[in-house]
């Protein structure tokens, strides 16, 4: 994508499943933050990873509600198009919540169940540079029998989320 180009992103609309276009012109190249870079875990790390391997990626495993990976990020002073990047791999949409500097910002819902990475457009930071922004799943599912467990087949019964990259665009109007 290159300066000065107009971009189309849909963004979450107000009721859920609803989404509502905002052309924007692209001012700079945008920056991944991925999760190997500057993102620690905050409340119980139990059976989540800062840094879990999935093929050729390094993402952030995301296995309850009582964990938050934070992202400490520096840009540019402006106003940055945030996008996710994530997937999950049981049956029903996962939802994950999105904080700025710890307030609440956004909720991103993911609903595809088929174990593949979607990339999807939050919401805009106004006038942002410096801060932390944490992602948090809040449906976490654990179905997971006794013989499953023992098996090491939890891939059906144990929803997580993987967060692989933020993308941040610095835009205009």
Sequence with gaps: MTKGTLRTV???GRSEGSEVPLVVTVLERPRTQEAE?????RGDPRYSSANQPD??????????ERVQA????ALPQGNHLVEITAK???????KIILRVN???WKTVTFGKNNNAYERKAVGILSNFSQGTLSAQLVNDAFTC????????QTAGCDRNAQVDALTF???GP
């Design 10 to 12: 849909l963004l979450p």
């Design 37 to 41: 870079k500057s993102v620690t875990l």
């Design 55 to 64: 093929g050729k990626r390094t993402t952030v495993l995301l296995a309850h």
């Design 70 to 73: 934070q992202y400490h990020l």
């Design 88 to 94: 999950h791999g049981m049956a029903g949409p996962v």
């Design 102 to 104: 710890g307030k609440r």
């Design 145 to 152: 029998t006794k013989d499953q467990l023992r098996s090491g």
């Design 169 to 171: 665009t610095r835009v």
